[in-house]
């Protein structure tokens, strides 16, 4: 009886000092998980100004899944990503470039960011045609690399 009462003491106290350094540990990863996510965040745009199909199509993880006007979009592979048409669809409504607009973060975990976004189409002249909100789900994949895997967005 009186070794069960030490066990749970020795349990209580165990917890009591271990959960502020798991708590730290678990603000660290998501910190790190946050910042690695922004940072291939900024890697899709740029890579998606760059009009460089197999730039871009690096900085997503796969399968890759797009939700946009009423369709669900899967690429299975870099290279099938980048066979696609995407840049001509683009500038035949007169697109040039895009920008963030905001991004926030709204669920976080070690290997994985949700992040709402709403970015900004732009024409040759830096003139606005578009801006849109999106849902962006960015992973870390096995190897270790951050990448958007997920898109849901309100744009065409």
């Known amino acids: ?14 917890l009591m000092f271990a959960t502020p350094a798991l708590i730290a540990q678990a603000q660290d990863e998501h910190e790190v998980a946050i ?5 291939a965040l900024d890697e899709f745009m740029l890579t998606f100004n760059s009009r460089d199909p197999v730039a871009w199509a690096g900085s997503l993880n796969y399968p890759h899944v797009r939700f946009a006007s009423g369709t669900v979009t899967i690429w299975n592979s870099a290279e099938e990503f980048a066979a696609g048409e995407s840049f001509e669809r683009l500038a035949a409504v007169g697109w040039d470039h895009s920008h963030w607009l905001s991004r926030e973060v709204v669920l976080v975990s070690p290997g994985k960011v949700h992040v709402n976004t709403v970015f900004q189409r732009f024409n040759a002249n830096n003139e606005p045609i578009g801006t849109y909100e999106s849902l962006y789900i960015v992973t870390r994949d096995a190897n270790g690399h951050w990448g958007t895997q997920a898109r849901s967005s309100l744009a065409p």
């Open 1 to 14: 009886m009186v070794n069960s009462l030490i066990q749970k003491l020795a349990l209580c106290l165990a």
């Open 35 to 39: 910042a690695s996510a922004m940072a």
